[in-house]
């Protein structure tokens, strides 16, 4: 499995992005999938997380701001990002866990400007 995420770019304080996450084969409904993010100089950190029941999860620094969604059909995972701040600037890898299987895709930078 091949995870290709895109979306990213410079945007000014308050203003949104849509993250999406393509992957080379078909998701299935029993894939958990979540977007993930690095700041520099940080550890990677969980940003949302959406299960094979569609049960979703958030970190608590982008709760109400972020919204994370999936499409089976598409084999795509999106996360839109509004209100978005300067403290959301990092790189946003997108992961597929499949029976026990993880894969991660390469990651795209999200620069937010004050």
């Known amino acids: 499995v091949q995870l290709q995420a895109s979306g990213g770019g410079l945007v000014q304080a308050g203003g949104s992005l849509r993250l999406s996450c393509a992957a080379s084969?078909?998701?299935?409904?029993?894939?958990?999938m979540s977007w993930y993010r690095q700041a520099p100089g940080k550890q990677r950190e969980l940003v949302a997380r959406?299960?094979?029941?569609?049960?979703?999860k958030y970190a608590d620094s982008v709760k109400g701001r972020f919204t994370v969604s999936r499409n089976n059909a598409e084999s795509a995972m999106y996360l839109q990002m509004n209100s978005l701040k300067p403290e959301d600037t990092a790189i946003y890898y997108c992961?597929?866990?499949?029976?026990?299987?993880?894969?991660w895709g390469q990651g795209t930078q999200v620069t937010v400007s004050s």
């Open positions: 959406i299960d094979s029941g569609g049960w979703k």
């Open positions: 992961k597929l866990v499949r029976y026990s299987r993880v894969y």
């Open positions: 084969v078909n998701t299935l409904s029993s894939d958990d």
